[in-house]
């Protein structure tokens, strides 16, 4: 044993044997070394299983409504403008009949309750199919607002359609 007053004489310290390790994947491992030619060993422990129910429920934070109603207002002027053509286009037909505009009008109100149902029903489908299959954020409406217009526009030409003056004019500028 070395003399304990002098602090830099060496110590000799017992180690007890090891036992023999059953070599890991991790003692194969060197530092920049690829393992080339070396059997893979196969997986022995099962991956632990993953509950993921209601993961949505725990990760979507609730929103206050205003902040629901700015998203709907996003792509509001493509509905504003399939309803602005919608009633230009049902005014010039309304016009031409030269009679009562009782049944012109709720014809025109159904046609717009119609066109607040398939904004809806877009809006159902897009929360269904993006964010519960496919988990995005909706950040507007968009697309139900254009999906609205192009019905909304497609009123507004049936409209025209009907009209007896724009249908002539129409055959007429294309030589029909």
Same mark, same amino acid.
């Given at each position: 044993?070395?003399?304990?007053? +002098? ?27 690829a393992?080339?030619?070396?059997? @893979? ?7 632990p299983?993953?509950?993921? /129910?209601?993961?949505?429920?725990? /990760? ?10 700015? +998203?709907?207002?996003?792509? =509001? ?18 016009? /031409? ?8 009008l709720?014809t ?14 877009? @809006?159902?489908?897009? @929360?269904?199919?993006?964010? @519960? ?14 999906v ?7 009123? =507004? ?13 129409? %055959?007429?500028?294309?030589? %029909?």
């Amino acid at each position: 044993m070395a003399d304990q007053t +002098q602090p830099w004489a060496e110590r000799t310290v017992e180690v007890p044997p090891q036992p023999a390790a059953v070599p890991s994947q991790r003692d194969a491992f060197r530092r920049g070394v690829a393992a080339v030619g070396q059997p @893979r060993t196969p997986r022995t422990e099962q991956f632990p299983a993953v509950d993921t /129910s209601d993961w949505t429920a725990e /990760s979507a934070p609730r929103r206050p409504m205003g902040w629901h109603v700015a +998203q709907l207002r996003k792509g =509001g002027e493509w509905s504003a403008a399939g309803a602005l053509f919608a009633f230009v286009c049902w005014g010039i037909w309304a016009i /031409s009949g030269r009679g009562d505009l009782t049944a012109p009008l709720l014809t025109f109100v159904l046609s717009l309750l119609t066109a607040a149902g398939l904004f809806a029903l877009a @809006r159902l489908l897009g @929360r269904l199919v993006l964010e @519960r299959q496919l988990g995005r954020v909706r950040r507007s409406a968009r697309g139900a607002h254009l999906v609205t217009a192009l019905f909304l526009a497609g009123v =507004g030409v049936a409209y025209l359609q009907q009209t007896e003056w724009v249908v002539s004019a129409w %055959n007429w500028v294309t030589g %029909n």
